[in-house]
């Protein structure tokens, strides 16, 4: 018998909150299929990671992403330039040289 799954996710999206409800089924070998709809929202494609947290009477599905996505579509928190960047690199490898 195949069970129904409530699937929810919020992601942020410019000034306002982005949110997707869908129905999915779970099939043979719980195996839970990623709608068409979620999978692009959250930038998701085959082989990628996930993390499911189980509670009582529900679970949590989220992305775990890559250092590299991260740096291309994370939150950027601070600018700097390839110039900065190679100084620092630099200036780190003399002191590690020492």
């Known amino acids: 018998m195949?069970?129904?799954?409530?699937?929810?996710?919020?992601?942020?999206?410019?000034?306002?909150?982005?949110?997707?409800?869908v129905r999915a089924r779970v099939g043979k070998k719980r195996i839970l299929v990623i709608p068409?709809?979620?999978?692009?929202?959250?930038?998701?494609?085959?082989?990628?990671?996930v993390k499911i947290a189980a509670f009582k009477d529900r679970m949590i599905i989220e992305p775990i992403r890559e250092a590299v996505w991260l740096s291309i579509h994370g939150e950027k928190v601070a600018r700097i330039t390839l110039e900065e960047f190679e100084g620092e690199s630099i200036e780190r490898q003399k002191e590690y040289g020492e």
Do not use: F, P, Q, W
């Open 36 to 49: 068409k709809r979620v999978a692009e929202l959250l930038g998701l494609s085959e082989g990628s990671m």
């Open 2 to 21: 195949l069970e129904s799954l409530l699937i929810s996710n919020r992601r942020l999206v410019s000034d306002g909150l982005m949110s997707l409800t």
